[in-house]
Nanobody, 122 residues
């Protein structure tokens, strides 16, 4: 069993900042990639930012220069620092963790968190 929990969402005015956290726990041998996704009402879930096991990052064009993804491998935790927030950033933000479990089988699995709401007022 693997649990993924996001935190740090909330209501902020345009131009403000928030820091999201994602903590993974349970039967994890090693975490590979981690990523933040978001889903606004009536829209598809989209990738916001990702970080590989080797620390390579990628960002959606809409957030480049404003958001920064990072991870703490010792804590199985990932962060998303969001600056200069805009109303169009309003969405539920989800964390996805790609990991190898303690099964003795080297196979990757994905686990998602329940999401955290980010609301940016104009």
């Amino acid at each position: 069993q693997v649990q993924v929990v996001e935190s740090g969402g909330g209501l902020v005015q345009a131009g403000g900042s928030l820091r999201l956290s994602c903590a993974a726990s349970g039967s994890i041998l090693r975490i590979d990639a981690m990523g933040w996704y978001r889903q606004a009402p009536g829209k598809r879930r989209e990738l916001v930012a990702g970080v590989t096991g080797g620390g390579v990052t990628n960002y959606a064009d809409a957030v480049k220069g404003r958001f920064t993804i990072s991870r703490d491998n010792a804590k199985n935790t990932m962060y998303l620092q969001m600056n200069s927030l805009k109303p169009e950033d309003t969405a539920v933000y989800y964390c996805k963790v790609t990991y190898i479990p303690y099964t003795g089988i080297s196979q990757l699995y994905d686990s998602w968190g329940q999401g955290t709401q980010v609301t940016v007022s104009s």
